[in-house]
């Protein structure tokens, strides 16, 4: 057990970040200090949006029981509670492999004894996803034979949702600012490595923090600092926002999440009316010319063949906006690891470096749990974590010995494979 006196420095001021400097100072650590190159919450960080989805079942057991953990909080922490609308999801499948899927995660829940339904027909998906209202029945009823065609699914109504994600970054700053934790705004560029320990950093202003221990929250910028030898890749995935009327926006109001894993996802409008969605496809890297490296790239613009499936998408659940411009529109990063485990774990080779990295497209809905274990680590050291996740979160080089950077690691939809941005040319005004 380290001195909660100890300085500790959190490099990356995002979920993983934030989440780990607000159970250190709750577990009375009293030196914790945020780096970031952006204010809180920063306008990179995957977590920064106006709604993430949250999901109890997942493909994987180890982190669906990970998920009931932090559903507890996301019920009852009066950080996480106010961000927390828990309407349902459904669930929905195109291809052969995505319904497979489906029906595995309706299997396990119906054994579980969850309050599911099983939908077979458009007319079951329409009935859930649908306006309300005055004018409802003139919009649901257009183009009602495009609507969900060839969809399968289920209708989960409880233990699943959506989190307001900006809200709670937010909220969990703001518990970390009253227990007194510093902020400083600007990048890391160098470790400090004095013989075999890490020692701070040195910043892209020129300044040198020094710590006991740092910890690299950096999600898919973390290759800037450190070489993994090959276990964490960026991908990014598109996003894009309709703004609708108040009467539509109203319409909509406290619908569930939809998430078809071939087509897309997306959600109920925001308090100001935007509507945000996604199309489901296994991503985007970003190589700079160095093997096996994505380097992150941000635009507020999406590749034109993103619009076009997100279209596509609005065309099977809302006809009647699909062809309306967008809001905004943007690409999103995160950082996977050839097994989608997160890389969770003391460095092998330098004291007092902690890496808590590889989100793997999942992290968001583990923000009010993850600091817990993370900030064990940091004040335990290994044995701060269980075996299970000590194992299933290691440093673990050997899983990306000739990995094939285009594997799809069981996502699906658009083209079925990875591409890389530097092939394309074509990108949204």
């Not at 914790?32 to 952006?38: I, R, S």
């Not at 100001?272 to 093997?291: M, S």
């Not at 635009?299 to 006809?319: S, T, W, Y």
Request: with cysteine; net charge negative.
């Amino acid at each position: 057990m380290i001195n909660p006196d100890y300085s500790v420095l959190i490099v990356g001021a995002g979920t993983f970040g934030l989440s780990t400097a607000l159970q250190l100072l709750r577990k009375g650590h009293k030196n914790v200090t945020l780096l970031d190159p952006y204010a809180i919450p920063s306008p990179l960080a995957a977590g920064n949006d106006i709604n993430k989805i949250f999901q109890s079942t997942v493909s994987d057991e180890f982190y669906s029981e990970l998920a009931l953990e932090a559903l507890e909080l996301w019920r009852s922490d009066p950080v996480y509670e106010p961000a927390f609308h828990e309407v349902g999801i459904v669930y929905g499948a195109t291809g052969d492999a995505a319904v497979a899927e489906i029906n595995q995660r309706y299997s396990r829940l119906n054994s579980k004894g969850e309050d599911i339904d099983r939908l077979q027909t458009p007319e079951d998906f329409a009935k859930l996803i649908q306006w309300k209202g005055d004018f409802a029945d003139d919009f649901n009823s257009l183009a009602l034979d495009s609507r969900f065609k060839s969809w399968k699914g289920y209708f989960q109504k409880s233990k699943c949702g959506w989190t307001f994600a900006a809200l709670a970054l937010n909220n969990a700053w703001k518990e970390c600012e009253q227990k007194g934790a510093q902020f400083v705004q600007d990048a890391a560029v160098e470790l400090l490595i004095e013989g075999f320990n890490c020692v701070g950093v040195r910043t892209l202003s020129g300044s040198i923090l020094k710590a006991d221990r740092v910890v690299i929250c950096a999600g898919a910028n973390s290759t800037k600092l450190l070489n993994y030898k090959g276990q964490l890749l960026a991908k990014c995935w598109t996003v894009g926002h309709i703004k609708l009327t108040s009467e539509e926006a109203k319409a909509l109001r406290n619908s569930p999440v939809l998430l078809n894993l071939d087509e897309g996802f997306l959600f109920e409008p925001d308090e100001n009316g935007i509507l945000k969605f996604c199309n489901e496809f296994p991503g985007y890297i970003n190589q700079d010319g160095t093997e096996n490296i994505s380097t992150p790239l941000y635009r507020n613009q999406i590749p034109v063949e993103a619009e076009k499936q997100m279209r596509g998408f609005l065309r099977q659940v809302f006809p009647q906006i699909s062809t309306r411009p967008f809001d905004a529109a943007k690409i999103c990063w995160c950082t996977d690891t050839p097994d989608r485990h997160f890389l969770i774990c003391e460095h092998p080779n330098m004291n007092g470096l902690i890496l808590a990295t590889g989100d793997s497209g999942q992290g968001f809905k583990y923000m009010p749990i993850i600091g817990h274990y993370i900030s064990d680590l940091v004040m335990k050291g290994e044995s701060g974590l269980p075996e299970t996740h000590r194992k299933a979160w290691s440093w673990r080089p050997e899983t990306a010995e000739g990995r094939d950077i285009y594997n799809l690691q069981g996502r699906f939809g658009g083209s079925n494979k990875i591409k890389d941005l530097n092939e394309l040319s074509d990108w949204t005004n």
